[in-house]
């Protein structure tokens, strides 16, 4: 118990139990200092502590996990359908099926108990996968429907598997195992050949019919060779070969340690990567015969080792990529490169498609890039929770957060970025690009340090965005800055507002932001606790400033600087109502009022001068501030200035619930190398509610509140968002259904989320009035008017929507036939008998009805010039065209119409060569048919016999001779066949 003395001069402060002396301090205190002194013997005093052993979490009720989304889905090459529509991935256990026209998660599958290690279309059937995991089992996967069709059962680990078809079908893979005398790790080469009862059995148990065929060293990569029958591997400094028909072991020694190695399709040629860089070809290794040389060629460009290599389909190029981030193609005869570059991070593994086309490339930021082999440039990228892109780049000093707005997870993503993800429908959502620096790759044995995000906070209502990025070196020192971001209402994404270089004198190290207001808090090493508040342009530049939802004059400055002694800060949080924030300093902690800046209160934890705060969070509806260092939990009230209790374990990670009572915690009980606990906690009670084991240990947690019963995120080392509760969790569900169908439901759900951000797109059927009138006095001007795009790009419809709808408009205001062409009509109507042909070209009355007219007419128009002066040549039908049994009236359309809508359509969309002119049908005749008319009409002026001619398609048709002659019933007969013939 303990009693303040609020005077100015001093603070009186009697603490200690009655075992040990009563400890009397007198302190002289400042202006606006401590209210309250606590003496270290504080930590004697008696209070709730609890030690939690295994003992009691075996007495703790259980909780569930399952992993939502998220996930590291480059540990393996990744592969695509055949016919490059959907990707599939190796996420951990488990086989995602991204759609690359969604750029989503179609499909998840689910089965493996352990890492899956290969992933690649089946050789026996295309629309199957085939998979091997840790778990000694391989899986035969239908993608369409997401079932597992068979399941082969071993007793080992199997690392890589072949398909070797022929005669009889093979399963050749390798398993990994350790020598039972000298306990050394090796590998194991087996082959089942599959049977033919084989086909209906669900389930087959390989340790019954294997044989295993060789034990080698263990190698990194292994690849098969199906022109020779040779499994190929690398082993330190020696390439590995192993025939399967001859059962034989060939070994070849490079100088330096060999990495990478890929076969060629069509040549007996093998191409390695050794560790300074080069890629070596070994030419004539596949030679069994004795005194068999074997040529080594080198290419070099590679600083260091490279990742990856693989060859095209057709062996005359090889792909290579590394720590770089270029991509490198070798053409093998000419020994000439190709280069992709400014990737973003180090590519992991390579993929070439059969056939060729496109390359898909793993980056170890968790990307996954396809490449167009023809333009040799980026065609589309699929973005998993994004990660550091080297090892030692992959730390989360930001933890994790929910944007306030869009409740998307908001953590550190790629070197110098900010990820958004959507976790409930595991979609990368956006990259904040914070730093606006490049991806170095190293040049000698240190990776060189990027400059790194190491805090941000969001305030009101996600409206503000604050960002601390640091780089720190030896020889340069601290490099830091503060930025400070707008969120753009119109294009929602941040708009940086003002930087600030150096905001303290040493490292920062927390930031926080108020819950309400547009105000920060960030705390130092030196010392220094600095508000920074946001300062809106004059009101009379705000309408002039305002360029896309953001002032370009608004900024942010410090506002008041304070400090507690100059101690080194650690930690800051604000409350809950933002009217207090929390600062800890070393193992004492200050509460600070907001508004004045002004000391209310101090505490210090028990412990000696080393402890230092980790993590430091006010808990909703109550006046319980938890703190935990490294050894311990605390709970402190701020209102009884006491400590609540104690619980002495070790806590890696902190967050609390919105708006009740309690927090969450991931717990180390043991020691750093064993698995991670969840546990939530009261502040009534140390005893935790209830604890959840997690299967890898823990980068950050936050609260969930889009789930419907209470449960928290949690983010695994294995880049995996697990959902933690204490009721059942249900498991992403099997989407019901073939992947077209899903695809079709995410591109409407999609759509959706397109028309509720930037509005409805316009169809031809929706066309309003303004957008109608538009057209409709485009008609007049034959051309577009400017009104009709006055609305905003994205709202306008299709060209070729906008040019059907404009074309029915055109064709529904049709000209009356004129005198002179129904003259013309009666005039083609007097033609010759020609019933007795009739009989023998098999058409009906009506049809050869029309085929006269249309003869005779056509034969008027050419003696007498009717018709000349049209651009679009008249061959007179009757009202009805016929297609294939189906009908339409033919509207009525000037030439000049029909040549300005011919620029909407491209060819095949729509037939133009038919129309109306002045309400007679009209056909746009082809090139060939002019040039045959003009040397018609000049035979006949000079008075030559008629000849028949010949269309491009040989069908014959007959030429008037002269202007008296008209056909013969034979020469009208062969037409009508050529006709009949060409309608069929």
Not at 464 to 484: M, P
Not at 685 to 701: A, E, H, K, W
Not at 816 to 822: F, I, L, R, S, V
């Amino acid at each position: 118990k303990h009693r303040n003395y609020q005077k100015q001069e001093h603070v009186v402060c009697v603490s200690g139990p009655s075992a040990h002396p009563v400890l009397v301090t007198f302190i002289a205190l400042a202006p606006l200092a401590l209210l309250s002194c606590l003496h270290p013997c504080v930590s004697s005093l008696p209070f709730l502590t609890f030690e939690l052993t295994a003992i009691a979490m075996a007495k703790t009720p259980r909780g569930t996990s399952a992993a939502i989304a998220g996930g590291c889905v480059v540990d393996i090459p990744p592969c695509q359908s055949m016919d490059g529509k959907h990707l599939f991935l190796g996420a951990n256990k488990d086989i995602k099926v991204v759609s690359w026209q969604t750029r989503g998660v179609v499909r998840q599958m689910s089965g493996h108990t352990k890492p899956i290690t290969q992933i690649q279309v089946s050789a026996l059937n295309q629309t199957q996968l085939l998979t091997c995991s840790l778990d000694s089992s391989l899986k035969t996967w239908d993608y369409d429907s997401g079932k597992c069709l068979k399941t082969f059962q071993f007793n080992l680990p199997i690392l890589k598997c072949f398909v070797k078809t022929g005669a009889a079908t093979s399963l050749v893979w390798i398993s990994s195992a350790v020598d039972q005398e000298t306990h050394a790790k090796q590998h194991k080469l087996f082959q089942y050949t599959i049977k033919e009862t084989d086909a209906t059995t669900p389930e087959i148990d390989l340790t019954q019919g294997a044989e295993e065929l060789c034990v080698l060293p263990p190698c990194a990569h292994w690849v098969y060779h199906a022109r020779t029958d040779c499994v190929v591997g690398t082993n330190d400094k020696q390439l590995l070969i192993f025939s399967l028909g001859l059962q034989r072991l060939r070994t070849l020694t490079w100088g330096c340690a060999l990495g990478v190695v890929a076969v060629s399709p069509t040549d007996d040629v093998v191409a390695t990567g050794d560790a300074r860089g080069r890629l070596v070809l070994w030419h004539g290794c596949f030679n069994n015969a004795q005194g068999a040389k074997v040529v080594q060629t080198t290419f070099h460009w590679h600083a260091r080792t490279f990742h990856c290599i693989d060859f095209t389909a057709d062996g005359a190029y090889i792909i290579t990529g590394g720590d770089e981030g270029v991509l490198v193609m070798w053409q093998v005869d000419t020994r000439s490169r190709r280069f992709l570059p400014r990737l973003g991070a180090p590519i992991g593994n390579i993929f070439v498609s059969p056939n060729s086309t496109t390359y898909l490339l793993g980056m170890e930021d968790n990307r996954v890039i396809l490449v167009a082999a023809s333009s040799f440039s980026i065609s589309k990228v699929f973005n998993g929770f994004r990660r550091g892109p080297v090892a030692s780049q992959r730390s989360y000093p930001c933890r994790i957060k929910l944007h306030p707005r869009h409740n998307t997870v908001v953590t550190n993503g790629s070197t110098g970025h900010l990820q958004f993800f959507d976790h409930n429908t595991d979609t990368h959502i956006l990259d904040l690009d914070v730093t606006k620096r490049h991806y170095i790759s190293r040049t000698n044995e240190r990776q060189i340090k990027p400059t790194t995000v190491t805090h941000f906070a969001f305030a009101a209502n996600g409206a503000h965005l604050a960002t601390v990025e640091a780089r720190k070196e030896k020889v340069f020192g601290l490099d830091c800055c503060l930025k400070f971001w707008g969120l753009n209402v119109e294009t929602n994404k941040y708009k940086l507002m003002t930087v600030v270089n150096a905001p303290h004198s040493a490292e920062v190290r927390a930031l926080d932001a108020h819950p309400t207001s547009g105000t920060f808090v960030t705390v130092g090493s030196d010392g220094a606790i600095k508000v920074w508040r946001f300062s809106p342009a004059p009101s009379q530049d705000a309408a002039a400033n305002v360029a896309s939802g953001v002032a370009a004059r608004d900024s942010w400055a410090c506002a008041a600087v304070a400090d507690f002694h100059s101690l080194p800060c650690e930690r800051v949080a604000f409350s809950q109502d933002g009217s207090v924030f929390a600062v800890s300093t070393a193992s004492t902690v200050t509460l600070w009022d907001t508004a004045t800046i002004e000391m209310r209160l101090s505490f210090r934890l028990p412990g000696d001068d080393a402890t230092v705060v980790k993590h430091l969070k006010f808990v909703a509806g109550s006046s319980i501030v938890v703190a935990t260092t490294v050894e311990a939990i605390f709970a402190f009230d701020v209102t009884k200035r006491h400590m609540a209790w104690q619980l002495n374990t070790r806590c890696r990670a902190l967050a609390v619930h919105p708006t009740k009572s309690t927090f969450g915690v991931v717990l180390n009980p043991a020691n750093a190398r064993s698995k991670c606990v969840f546990a939530e906690l009261s502040v009534e009670s140390p005893n935790p509610c209830f604890v959840t084991p997690l299967p890898d240990r823990s980068r950050g947690i936050t609260f969930d509140p889009m789930a419907e019963e209470d449960s928290w995120l949690v983010l695994t080392t294995r880049q995996e968002l697990l959902r933690v509760s204490k009721h059942n969790i249900e498991t992403r569900s099997q989407r019901k259904g073939t992947l077209q169908s899903i695809e079709e439901e995410d591109q409407s759900k999609r759509a959706q989320m397109y028309r509720q951000l930037f509005g409805k797109s316009l169809e031809p059927s929706e066309l309003g009035g303004e957008v109608a009138a538009a057209i409709a006095g485009a008609q007049q001007a034959e051309g577009l008017s400017d009104a009709l795009f006055s609305v905003p790009s994205h709202l306008l419809p299709a060209i070729q929507l906008l040019g059907k709808e404009f074309m029915r408009l055109k064709l529904q205001q049709g000209n009356a036939p004129t005198k002179a062409d129904a003259a013309d009509d009666d005039e083609g109507n007097n033609g010759l008998d020609t019933s007795e042909d009739e009989e023998e070209s098999g058409l009906s009355d009506s049809d050869n009805d029309e085929l006269d007219q249309a003869e005779d007419l056509d034969e008027s128009k050419q003696t007498s010039g009717a018709g000349a002066t049209s651009t679009v040549a008249a061959v007179a039908r009757e009202e009805i065209v016929s297609v294939e049994g189906c009908t339409a009236d033919l509207p009525v359309v000037s030439a000049s119409d029909v040549a300005f809508m011919s620029g909407f359509f491209s060819e095949g969309e729509l037939d133009l060569t038919t129309a109306t002119v002045n309400g007679n049908p009209t056909t746009t005749p082809s090139k060939h048919k002019k040039r045959k008319k003009k040397k018609s009409k000049k035979q006949g002026e000079d008075s030559a016999p008629a000849t028949p001619s010949s269309t491009r398609d040989d069908t014959p048709v007959a030429t008037p001779a002269s202007k008296s002659k008209r056909k013969t019933p034979k020469q009208k007969s062969a037409k009508r066949k050529s006709k009949a013939s060409e309608d069929k």
